[in-house]
């Protein structure tokens, strides 16, 4: 049995926040909850695709290289614990579980090939699930 449930979001670096929510925005997206940083700067965004079909959109200054950036995806999954487990026992080094911001529990690791994976298990609370606003402090 597989311990993910399906692909929970792709994160999509942009430089124009509005331009990328109106461009999936024609493509049927609503916006499920924004980020915010400590100064109330709008520095992120979920857009839902149905129910639960993610892409989280984070503002950057500029572009690393031509046609965009994918920072990183994330799987849904039952049990962070035991998706774990599962990478552990495979050889992969795995973050510590923790409970984010949004209310979902998750663990991070990386791929042979350097990507940024995170694990989510939703919460009754996620925002993934309930909408809002995520408010995050990225000070030192």
Same mark, same amino acid.
């Given at each position: 049995? #597989? @311990?993910v449930v399906r692909l929970a979001h792709v994160c999509i670096e942009s430089v124009d926040l509005e331009a990328s929510e109106a461009f999936y925005a024609l493509l049927g997206a609503r916006r499920q909850f924004e980020i915010r940083n400590v100064q109330d700067?709008?520095? *992120?965004?979920? &857009?839902?695709f149905g129910e639960s079909t993610f892409i989280e959109i984070v503002k950057i200054n500029e572009l690393k290289r031509d046609g965009g950036a994918i920072d =990183?995806? @994330? &799987?849904?999954v039952e049990d962070v614990s035991v998706a774990a487990g599962i990478l !552990? @026992? *495979?050889g992969v080094? !795995?973050? %510590? #579980?923790a409970l *984010?911001? %949004? =209310?979902?529990?998750m663990v991070t690791c990386h791929?042979?090939?350097g990507i940024f994976i995170e694990l989510h298990q939703y919460t009754r609370r996620s925002l993934q699930k309930t909408g809002g606003m995520c408010r995050i402090d990225y000070t030192p």
């Open positions: 049995m #597989s @311990a700067e709008l520095i *992120g965004m979920y &857009l839902c =990183h995806f @994330a &799987l849904e !552990v @026992a *495979g080094e !795995v973050s %510590d #579980s *984010g911001v %949004d =209310h979902t529990w791929d042979p090939n």
